[in-house]
């Protein structure tokens, strides 16, 4: 079974602190994705990546950053966190073009 | 533009059948995704129409009509544990990307 792996399940930060999210996947997918899930307003894509160094803006990037250094790993960092980034935030691979994602279990952040 | 659909919420009685439906507008439409997602996990796969028609799977259906714009995913025989929010998600033609619609929660009562 793909396996999508994210660093951490609870986060607590402060407002103004950079904050990193991990990902990784171990099924040698190509495409990874950061989504945050907000209630009524259903998973929006932040950021997504086909291949190592490759990063492509999603719906919703501001005030987000990515980075794909290798394959397996996709972080999703918040260079100065502020409170309307408290969020479940959801990473996601996928082997190929509209084929179906594996989510990680999920990292739920506070900022307070 | 890309928009999804979906009701917020339904409610159903253990042991009945449930459509949850889903009706979207996007450009270059290239097939539908339904997912389950219980509370505090992470969404999980149910199925992939990209002909028109019925597909079943077990106790779950999905249908896709194309020139409708619509969809629904079909719940037969409820059990408790099918008490959980469901999404539709369309790939952008192109792109490797799902466009999520915001999900149905459904509860499931004895």
């Known amino acids: 079974d793909v396996k999508v792996t994210q660093s951490s399940r609870y986060l607590v930060k402060r407002t103004g602190e950079k904050v990193f999210l991990e990902c990784v996947q171990d099924m040698d997918h190509e495409n990874m994705f950061w989504y945050r899930q907000d209630p009524g307003l259903g998973l929006r894509l932040i950021y997504f990546s086909y291949d190592v160094k490759m990063k492509e803006k999603g719906d919703i990037p501001e005030g987000y950053s990515v980075s794909r250094e290798k394959k397996e790993r996709f972080s999703l960092i918040l260079e100065s966190a502020s409170t309307n980034q408290t969020s479940m935030y959801l990473c996601?691979?996928?082997?190929?073009?509209?084929?179906?994602?594996?989510f990680g279990s999920g990292t739920q952040l506070s900022v307070l | 533009g890309q928009n999804i659909d979906q009701p917020t919420e339904m409610t159903a009685t253990e042991g009945a059948i449930v459509q949850i439906n889903c009706t979207y507008q996007?450009?270059?439409?290239?097939?539908l995704f339904w997912y389950q997602q219980h509370a505090g996990e992470a969404p999980t796969f149910l199925s992939y129409?990209?002909?028109?028609g019925l597909e079943e799977k077990g106790r779950f259906s999905s249908f896709l009509s194309r020139s409708k714009g619509y969809s629904y995913l079909l719940l037969k025989e409820l059990q408790m544990k099918d008490s959980a929010s469901y999404l539709c998600a369309v790939p952008i033609r192109g792109y490797n990307k799902l466009i999520f619609g915001a999900g149905t929660r459904l509860a499931v009562h004895p």
């Open positions: 129409n990209v002909l028109d």
């Open positions: 996601a691979s996928s082997p190929g073009t509209e084929e179906k994602l594996f």
């Open positions: 996007t450009s270059g439409f290239n097939g």
